[in-house]
């Protein structure tokens, strides 16, 4: 198994253009998430979803959209990038998140640059 | 929403000392504790995981204790070594939303 892989590992934009980044499991995981993480944040929830067809808003949404297609790809899209959009995207998945906890796997990450 | 905070964002301790990191948590409802290490420019990394029907866990070297009346967490790792030197979050969960705090990161000294 891959695990979690996401693509690419580093881009640089230019302010108000848009992108998409990639996210793929080969768990077979219900639930995937995308998070940013910006020094002395933490890790903050952007969207997630539990399944194919389900998404819903974390903790910071806005200027992002993602959709669930498949069971295997959760794709993250800046519709106008924004330099507060510079950060570290983090995809993440896990078995299923209705039951009391599961360990959630975390990409490689992507590393944006928005200019 | 959960509001999770994480004391303190830096700690230095001596290789063989013990090291105790501490979070509290907002939402009454949270359910599942993890924390995570995470190596510089690598993914976080599931360390160990507390559920709230459970007081304390341990694994090794590392242990985890959750006060749920409280509401704070610990993470506790003994006879450091120079290998556990990373950034440690925790993060509060109740089913599908997960709210982390902001890390601390941990030195340890040979």
């Known amino acids: 198994n891959a695990g979690v892989t996401q693509t690419p590992k580093f881009q640089v934009l230019k302010t108000g253009q848009s992108m998409t980044l990639q996210c793929a499991q080969d768990?077979?995981?219900?639930?995937m998430s995308w998070y940013r993480q910006d020094p002395g944040m933490g890790l903050r929830l952007i969207h997630y979803s539990v399944g194919a067809g389900i998404t819903d808003q974390g903790e910071v949404p806005n200027g992002y959209n993602v959709s669930r297609s498949t069971t295997e790809d959760f794709p993250l899209r800046l519709l106008s990038a924004a330099p507060s959009q510079t950060s570290v995207y983090f995809c993440?998945?896990?078995?299923?998140?209705?039951?009391?906890?599961?360990?959630?796997?975390f990409g490689p990450g992507t590393r944006l640059l928005v200019l | 929403g959960e509001n999770v905070e994480q004391h303190p964002s830096t700690l230095s301790v001596q290789e063989g000392d013990s090291a105790v990191i501490k979070c509290t948590y907002s939402d009454s409802a949270s359910n599942y504790f993890p924390w995570y290490k995470q190596e510089l420019g690598k993914r976080p990394q599931l360390i160990i995981d507390i559920r709230s029907n459970v007081g304390e866990k341990k694994d090794q070297r590392i242990a985890v204790t959750l006060n749920k009346t409280a509401k704070h967490f610990s993470l506790h790792i003994t006879e450091t070594q120079p290998e556990d030197s990373a950034v440690y979050f925790c993060?509060?969960?109740?089913?599908?939303?997960?709210?982390f705090g902001a890390g601390t990161r941990l030195t340890v000294k040979p």
């Open positions: 993440a998945s896990s078995y299923s998140r209705r039951v009391m906890g599961e360990t959630q796997y």
């Open positions: 993060a509060a969960s109740r089913g599908d939303d997960m709210r």
């Open positions: 768990m077979n995981h219900e639930y």
